[in-house]
Every structure is written in C-alpha cells, then in structure tokens.
C-alpha cells in the first residue's frame, strides 16, 4: 500500500495574488484536492459517495498550515499526502506542497478530519473495518507539531538534495 501517493498540479492564473503568488487560501484548496484524489484513485474510498449513499462523512476540524516558499503562478507544484493519526473519531491527514523537482517545502498541511453522521447530524465512531485499513495506510510521524514537522522535512530535503 502507498502510504504517501504524489500529486501533480499547475498553479493557476485565478488562484493567485497581484504578485502572481499562490493566495493563502488556495493552498488549502489544491491540497485537500490532492488528497481527496489519493483517496479515491490508491484507497478506494470515495467520500463523495459516502455522504450521498450511507450519509457518512468526515468534516474539517481543524487546519495547521505552514507556509515556507511562495507557489507561483503557472508552476507545477507535487503533492505528497499521507495519513498521519486516527482514533476511533478522527483522521489526521498531513499534505507536502513541494516544487515540482522536490527540491523546496512550498507548504505543510495538517488536517484533523471527525467521523461524522450527516442524517443524524452528529459526530460518529469509526468502523472496525475502517480502523483495519487506517492501521495499513498510516504514515507515523515523530515530530508532534506542524512547525517540528516543516522544520524536520525542510532540513531532510536539504540534506538530500546536498
């Protein structure tokens, strides 16, 4: 299993500030894009059917994002996701926007998303055949924050491309 898939975008025109960098909202959207992708092309998990189907879904809980090197516009950005912590409520996902030689951190997301019953409108438990699979597609990370995180990448990335 591919416990960290990579995803390609182009930065786009409409996306970007007057000085053709990528607007800090927008980070979050090419991002969670890229992992929704993951989601479904390496885990077969389609959210998009769950909530219309079983009424199940994952809601946004909270965001950390660190931004290190401006996205410009018309770039070719990679994105790595992973899932980095769960529980029987939650998921962490963690996403690396790097240039597209991965050479250079753009951004470090992390995003804790809650199990959530939409017909009930209530936060819900996970499944045991969901906690099997997020004990396979776990990526575990030391550091215990997003800055320790964008700190330790960035300094590995150095070492690597030395």
Not at 9 to 20: A, E, H, K, S, V
Not at 79 to 96: C, G, H, L, P, S
Not at 142 to 160: G, N, W
Request: charged residues 25%; glycine residues 2%; proline residues 2%.
């Amino acid at each position: 299993m591919n416990k960290q898939p990579i995803g390609e975008r182009t930065i786009r025109f409409q996306d970007c500030d007057p000085y053709g960098h990528l607007n800090n909202s927008k980070y979050l959207d090419y991002m969670i894009n890229v992992r929704e992708d993951h989601l479904i092309h390496e885990y077969d998990i389609n959210i998009f059917e769950m909530a219309q189907v079983q009424k199940k879904a994952w809601v946004v809980g909270h965001n950390d994002l660190i931004y290190m090197r401006p996205a410009l516009v018309m770039e070719k950005v990679k994105v790595k996701t992973a899932m980095i912590d769960f529980n029987d409520r939650y998921v962490q996902a963690e996403m690396i926007m790097t240039n597209e030689a991965e050479t250079h951190i753009k951004a470090v997301l992390w995003t804790k998303f809650y199990h959530f019953d939409i017909a009930q409108q209530r936060g819900i438990r996970h499944t045991e055949e969901q906690m099997e699979l997020f004990k396979e597609m776990a990526l575990l990370v030391e550091q215990q924050s997003t800055e320790e995180r964008a700190k330790h990448l960035a300094t590995a990335l150095k070492v690597a491309v030395a």
